[in-house]
């Protein structure tokens, strides 16, 4: 079973028509829809068939149960603690589809350590790097992976933002990435550059170093060398492509969970990153 670890939120999505028109209006389109990094792996997998199971933290309010109710309706398992305020995060959308995030994260940061049977069962674990960097989610997310570790299991971290990266420091990220010793890490171009991944050839002590592209071939780094190269799908007339790298990741996962074969695992997460892109342009 795949198991998330992180936000569930709200997604306020902003998609501007053209560019803002500072101190007067711009024309745009808002729509509202579960969002956060870590459960939309969850529900991508899910909705493939894969056994899938969400840990995370939403508040004691109404948007907080709808969230919930979502990922069940989508066949997550939901192991939701509750308290506070949920979060939301604002995601503007620029014409041609790249977008920035206004995140609150409010009550998904207040994670507590996980029940023992919250991770029974788990045979691979996905952590955005979102719920590495604050506590008390931090901590709980370090926890479940040391447990799923000593049972076995695999790691997955996806480095997430490269205000991440830059908060904490690209040197304690990389040290921080190589203590938890993940079988895999995906990166998109702008989080790799900033790691040196083309550089060092992959990153210390991750066996498996996959760095996205947008359009272009993803690939995969590990033992020092590129072992495989992978274009993406083609999709035309992009305008949101929120959601599309995890996607990719849930996609991923769920071929390396039944093959060791790298290019085919990529290959699965192009399809899957595609058919949010497609679903977002329609």
């Known amino acids: 079973m795949l198991c998330c670890i992180g936000d569930l939120v709200e997604d306020v999505v902003v998609r501007l028509s053209s560019e803002i028109a500072e101190r007067s209006d711009s024309d745009v389109t808002i729509t509202r829809r579960q969002g956060g990094s870590a ?38 398992d939901a192991r939701v603690q509750r308290q506070g305020s949920t979060g939301t995060i604002v995601v503007l959308v620029e014409p041609g589809g790249e977008r920035s995030m206004l995140p609150d994260r409010a009550a998904s940061t207040d994670l507590r350590v996980p029940a023992p049977d919250d ?14 960097v604050v506590e008390p989610l931090a ?15 695999r790691i997955s ?48 002590s991750v066996e498996l170093t996959v760095m996205k592209a947008g359009g272009q071939p993803a ?49 699965s997460g192009h399809r899957h990153a595609a058919r949010v892109l497609t679903e977002h342009s329609t």
């Open 139 to 153: 901590s709980a997310a370090i926890d479940a992976i040391r447990v799923v570790h000593r049972s076995g299991g």
């Open 219 to 267: 690939r995969a780094y590990s033992g020092g060398s590129v072992i495989a190269a992978v274009p993406a799908n083609f999709v035309e007339d992009i305008t949101d492509t929120t959601g599309a790298g995890d996607a990719f990741a849930a996609g991923f996962i769920i071929a390396a969970m039944e093959s060791d074969d790298v290019s085919a695992a990529i290959a």
């Open 39 to 76: 459960a939309n792996v969850a529900v991508s997998a899910a909705r493939a068939g894969a056994a899938s199971r969400f840990i995370g933290m939403v508040g004691s309010d109404a948007i907080g149960a709808a969230l919930i109710a979502q990922l069940c309706a989508a066949g997550v």
């Open 119 to 132: 991770l029974q069962g788990v045979t691979w674990l996905h952590i955005p790097a979102y719920s590495l």
């Open 157 to 204: 971290i996806d480095t997430s933002s490269t205000a991440i990266i830059e908060h904490v420091g690209v040197d304690v990220f990389v040290e921080l990435l190589s203590s938890l010793a993940p079988n895999v890490v995906f990166c998109n171009e702008d989080e790799g550059a900033m790691l040196g991944v083309e550089q060092r050839n992959g990153l210390p």
